[in-house]
């Protein structure tokens, strides 16, 4: 029975650090935005804009990144970020400070 597909994610454009802020910023734009829009906006996954989030602490969108959602199409990202990366995800997604109003 398989729930959760893994999907073929572009992983050769992931940076190997993720330490760079900038390579993290494109990371979330480039691979996030492929499912939920370029601005964030939605697309095939919803928005991630601040005021889509507001329902969601930023315990509960890090553990969302980390696990992804089963039986949709939000993949775990845990083999792919550090708990750093996803916690600095969780905030930037809370704040917006990524996607510009
Ligand atoms: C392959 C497509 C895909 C990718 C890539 C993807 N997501 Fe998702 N994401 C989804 C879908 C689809 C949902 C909605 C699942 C559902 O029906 O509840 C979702 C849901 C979410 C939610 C919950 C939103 C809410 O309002 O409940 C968050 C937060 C989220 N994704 C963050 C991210 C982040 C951060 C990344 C990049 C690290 C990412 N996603 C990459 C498809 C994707």
Redo the contacts with the bound molecule.
């Keep these: 029975m398989i729930l959760c597909a893994p999907?073929s994610?572009p992983a050769g454009t992931l940076p190997k650090s993720m330490s760079d802020v900038a390579e993290l910023e494109n990371?979330?734009i480039q691979?996030?935005?492929?499912?939920?829009g370029l601005a964030l906006k939605g697309?095939?996954?919803?928005?991630?804009r601040p005021e889509?989030?507001d329902?969601?602490p930023e315990a509960?969108?890090a553990a969302?990144?980390r696990e992804?959602?089963p039986?949709?199409?939000?993949?775990p990202?845990k083999p792919?970020?550090t708990p750093a990366d996803?916690e600095w995800?969780?905030h930037q997604?809370k704040t917006g400070k990524l996607v510009s109003p």
């Design positions: 999907l994610l990371f979330v691979d996030c935005g492929s499912c939920h697309g095939l996954g919803p928005p991630l889509n989030l329902h969601l509960a969108i969302i990144i992804g959602i039986g949709t199409a939000m993949p990202w792919l970020l996803i995800i969780s997604l």
